[in-house]
């Protein structure tokens, strides 16, 4: 059991918050119980048994999983994580998210997840590679650009996005629209890699303006510091905010005047962890999440924000870089003390639109400019802030319950237009 774990009801996996969440925006709606079931319910799930010859000789098998939540906005798009822990509940879950967050922000995009249960730490280069080619060539009927477009999530990077990429092709001939995430040199676009960290920083930006809430610093927390945890780390490090902890399940540090980002960061890169580094004290993972602070922003798994230990919890405002980090109790928890939360279906939703871009510059065999990049995925997300703060205002609800509102009713349209 890891410190993140500790005081976490056993009930309390945020698999089903977003299933709550929802319904709490369509009574809001009026929508029925009828209307509210084809929201939530997927379209179609997939599960696929993927035996690996490992590099010793031994066979094991590991299960992978595409959910395709809904398509009337789009084709289905959604990343693919590669975690021990994942099974179809968290996919499940976690497909619906990518729909109500393509239709937040206005994507032409419907939500799909998957991933395998596999634990990459524990895979060798070779091994990685043959999982996911064996991936591939047993899903590649059911994706492809303009029915379901995988991206890099937990424990995927453009590496695998590389190998899915060729895979497909070697059925379909050069399809680089097919995946996001992918490698320059194969069709990747410009500020696809920060692109989720950097999107936490700009919808934080946004709602500060909103709020005339000066950033230059304040304080943050980082729960997590894989690919998400590390761009967000730096941007808002050049917003002027303090990063005073940063951790993951293992280990943590603090510095109350601020720890190194680029020094942490870059130890991170080479020894794999957060331990034996020097600028900081080190601190149990679980007790960093109640460090005292101006922001917390959770950017690793889902779940970790929870009943047990929501109440002791002393960030202001909670920015919700990773899927699900909140439980629905633990957000009640917070709401009722006054804590803001910008939900993950805005907060992180930076990926996706950079995704949307890339698939964009592949279809027209046209690469933009890093600038480009830049500054329509600020105007993308500013957009959406701007209209969940005018809904949260209008209605005096939380910014969450807005976010669920704005994206079931655009959902919704778009189904009952196609026809459910």
Known sequence: MTGLDRDRPADSDGKTAHARFLKRACDRLGYDAQEYQILLSPSREIRI????????????????????????????????????????????????????????LNVPFGG???????????LSDREMESLTRRLTSKLHRNVGPFTDIPAPDVGTNAQIMAWISDEYSKVYGYTPAAVTGKPLDMGGSLGREDATGRGVALVLRAWARHRAETLEGRTAVIQGLGNVGIHAARCLHDLGIKIVAVGDSRSAVFAEDGLPVDALIAHKNETGGLAGFGAGATVDPAA???????YLVPAALGGVIHAGNAPHIRARTIVEAANAPTTWDA??????????????????????????????????????????????????????????????????????????????????????????
Request: charged share 25%; with cysteine.
């Open 112 to 122: 799909a997840k998957g991933g395998i249960d596999c634990d990459p730490a524990r």
């Open 288 to 294: 960093m999440l109640e460090t005292e602070c101006d």
């Open 49 to 104: 048994e993927l035996p690996l010859r490992r590099d010793d000789g031994s066979l094991c098998v590991f299960t992978g999983y595409r959910v395709q939540h809904h398509n009337a906005r789009g084709p289905y798009k959604g990343g693919l994580r590669f975690h021990p822990d994942t099974d179809i509940d968290d996919v499940r879950a976690l497909a619906c998210l990518m729909s109500l967050k393509t239709a937040l």
């Open 331 to 420: 957000d009640a928890v917070l709401n009722a003390a006054g804590v803001t939360i910008l939900p993950d279906i805005l907060a992180n939703a930076g990926g996706v639109v950079v995704s949307y871009f890339e698939w964009v510059q592949n279809l027209q065999q046209f690469p933009w400019s890093l600038e480009d990049v830049h500054t329509r995925l600020t105007e993308r997300l500013e957009t959406a802030v701007d209209d969940v703060m005018a809904l949260a205002a209008g209605q005096e609800v939380s910014l969450r319950e807005a976010a669920y509102v704005i994206a079931a009713r655009r959902l919704k349209d778009a189904l009952w237009t196609s026809g459910p």
